[in-house]
């Protein structure tokens, strides 16, 4: 089992930069790989970022690519998620989530936090 409990959300302008933090505990962390996935309201919950275990292979989706940058820390048991130039269409919920196997697709993902809301205002 794999805990993950995430911070860092709230509410920023457009432009605007956040940090989430996902803190894990349960099992070694390095093996596992590690996503950031987002949900807006009436929309499907959708990737965001993916890092694998050792962080040396990472995917962004179009739309975040050159804002958002993620990274990971094993020894501290986390990940982040940097985001830069914040629009109002990143507002939404963003989850993070593990794997045992490097996967950018969110049905791979077993193991998820409870969310944190990330709003920016126009």
């Known amino acids: 089992q794999v805990q993950l409990v ?3 959300g709230g509410l920023v302008e457009a432009g605007g930069s956040l ?3 996902c803190a894990a505990s349960g099992r070694t962390f390095s ?3 590690m996503g950031w996935f987002r949900q807006a309201p009436g929309e ?3 990737v965001v970022a993916t890092i694998s275990g050792l962080g040396r292979s990472k995917y962004y989706a179009d739309s975040v690519k050159g804002r958002f ?3 990971r ?3 501290k048991n986390t990940v982040y998620l940097q985001m830069n130039i914040l ?3 990143d507002t939404a919920v963003y989850y993070c989530a593990a794997t045992r196997t490097y996967s950018s697709n969110l049905s791979d993902y ?3 936090g409870q969310g944190t809301q990330v709003t920016v205002s126009s």
């Open 6 to 8: 995430e911070s860092g």
């Open 19 to 21: 940090r989430l933090s």
């Open 31 to 33: 093996n596992y790989a």
């Open 44 to 46: 499907e919950r959708a």
């Open 69 to 71: 940058t993620i990274s």
């Open 73 to 75: 820390d094993n020894a």
């Open 87 to 89: 629009k109002p269409e």
């Open 110 to 112: 077993g193991y998820w």
